[in-house]
């Protein structure tokens, strides 16, 4: 099929949700893939944060390979070794004593949600009220659309689940005055990836957990999208020297295997006993043999060290475009998650970018993302620059 045979397909078949750029993949291999008419590209987009390895890395191929020869599914009434160990290996590296498998960053939010409400009713008097901020993303569920505090995202949903109150962003102030005797929890991201790459100064999750500390609340961390090494370190919160009471994983914990996870400390996750919450697929084991490839290569095949060496130099390349380019305002991030924000939209950029062979995206109107995989090499950033700086000199 070519890409507007696959692209008609689509059109006549499919829910019109998503607005697609006029291209079909159907091969990768790190950090380039290729369209149905043979046309090769460099990924700077990593499949929205979840190919952090890469396509096709060898040792997720190799693990999710083997399992699905040896035993595809079972479910949540029974044990599987995969599920074991991958809870064992998020546990044995961050702060967390339990883990909920789920599918999803929606369903790991909820799952979160569920379990703040569920601790509030049995360990801090019934509160139930959860505080999150402006510009961020939670999810397209009811419950995570209630959280998300953009209202394009909410528009037309009526009526929302209550129990949430929105706050702006890298304000503490703000989010002490808004604490309230219903609040039972905080629930931020470490870096707003979807509302911009918008990047809290250092100390606001310090300042969170202080907060959190002194009126007995909950630190929830939405780490859907910055964790599993995406700012070069294996969580966001370790660059912070403090520890979240819930943090939710998805995107990249799979290696492109849907999965999701919610962590918590063990004297909150006791809130989840029998029956309070569960998930047919949670914790399958492709998925979860997939993910336990992806932590051990993170953390052992070099990828973090990389993620940082390699995060600098791009945010270096970044910074040079601001004296170039007068329409570049501001760039930003952390590791290889890097924004740079434009006085004018990004969309014709994007557009003009993928024409070039560039995958990049446009994220809150005029912020340029550039979400990598972390395997990438110099060579390929200056690759990807030589591109982006043609785009721009055109623009
Ligand atoms: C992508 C994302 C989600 C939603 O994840 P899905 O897997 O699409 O449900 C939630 N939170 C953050 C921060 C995200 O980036």
């Not at 930003?332 to 003009?352: D, F, M, S, Y």
Request: glycine share 12%; aromatic share 8%.
């Amino acid at each position: 099929m070519t890409n507007q045979e696959i692209i008609d397909l689509n059109a006549k078949y499919l829910c019109t949700t998503y607005a697609r750029f006029p291209v079909a993949f159907v091969r990768g291999q790190g950090c380039r893939l290729w369209d149905a008419d043979g046309k090769a590209y460099l990924d700077f987009f990593a499949s929205l944060a979840v190919m952090n390895l890469g396509q096709c890395h060898p040792a997720v191929v190799k693990a999710v390979q083997e399992q699905v020869a040896t035993l595809t599914h079972i479910s949540n009434l029974h044990h599987t070794i995969p599920q074991a160990r991958l809870a064992e290996l998020l546990c044995t590296n961050s702060f967390a004593d339990k883990v909920f498998f789920c599918n999803s960053g929606a369903e790991a939010n909820e799952a979160a949600i569920k379990l703040a409400r569920k601790f509030g009713g049995d360990k801090r008097e019934g509160r139930y009220e959860i505080l999150t901020t402006l510009g961020s993303f939670h999810g397209r569920t009811m419950a995570t659309i209630s959280a998300t505090g953009q209202e394009k995202v909410r528009q037309g949903f009526a009526p929302l689940l209550e129990g949430f109150r929105y706050v702006p962003y890298d304000d503490l102030s703000a989010m002490e005055a808004a604490i309230s005797e219903r609040t039972v929890a905080i629930f931020v991201e470490p870096i707003q990836g979807e509302g911009g790459v918008v990047t809290p100064r250092p100390g606001y999750l310090k300042g969170l957990r202080e907060l959190c500390n002194h009126h007995r609340l909950l630190l929830l961390l939405d780490e859907v999208q910055t964790g599993m090494g995406r700012t070069g370190k294996l969580f966001a919160y370790e660059h912070e020297g403090i520890t979240p009471d819930i943090m939710t994983l998805a995107k990249a914990l799979g290696g492109g295997i849907p999965i999701g996870a919610m962590l918590a400390r063990g004297e909150v996750a006791e809130s989840f006993n029998l029956g309070s919450h569960g998930s047919t697929f949670g914790g399958n084991a492709i998925a979860c043999a997939s993910g336990t490839a992806v932590v051990n290569t993170l953390l052992h095949g070099g990828v973090l060290e990389n993620c940082r060496a390699m995060g600098e130099y791009f945010l270096n390349r970044l910074q040079a475009l601001k004296g170039k380019f007068s329409f570049v305002k501001e760039v930003r991030g952390k590791g290889l998650i890097l924004g740079a924000e434009l006085e004018r939209e990004g969309a014709p950029i994007v557009e003009a970018c993928l024409k070039e062979g560039l995958l990049i995206n446009t994220t809150g109107g005029k912020v340029l993302r550039f979400i990598p995989p972390l395997i990438v090499t110099k060579a390929e950033i200056d690759e990807g620059f030589t591109i982006l700086e043609k785009v721009l000199a055109q623009q």
